[in-house]
């Protein structure tokens, strides 16, 4: 039983020296790792990278996938008929 708590013991003591060693990115105050943007058809939020752009009446909009950027355009192209 011993074995087994000292083993476990020793586990723990790696993990924790392991992350103590481990380099860090750090993030500087003010800086932006992605940003979230709103899909113009169904109002839910994705990372900005992730969107899937489209140009609609001159200007760039974010949809969170290629279905809702296809059912947002037929929509509008149904209004101006």
Do not use: W
């Not at 709103?38 to 200007?59: A, D, L, M, Q």
């Not at 949809?63 to 037929?74: H, I, P």
Request: net charge positive.
């Amino acid at each position: 039983m011993r074995f087994l708590i000292y083993l476990f013991l020793a586990y723990v003591a790696y993990r924790v020296v392991k992350a103590l060693l481990r380099p860090r990115k750090e993030v500087s105050p003010g800086e932006v790792i992605d940003e979230m943007v709103k899909c113009h058809s169904c109002e839910t939020y994705v990372p900005r990278r992730e969107s899937v752009k489209k140009i609609f009446e001159g200007e760039p909009r974010d949809f969170c996938s290629e279905e809702c950027a296809t059912k947002f355009l037929q929509s509008k192209k149904n209004n101006f008929t």
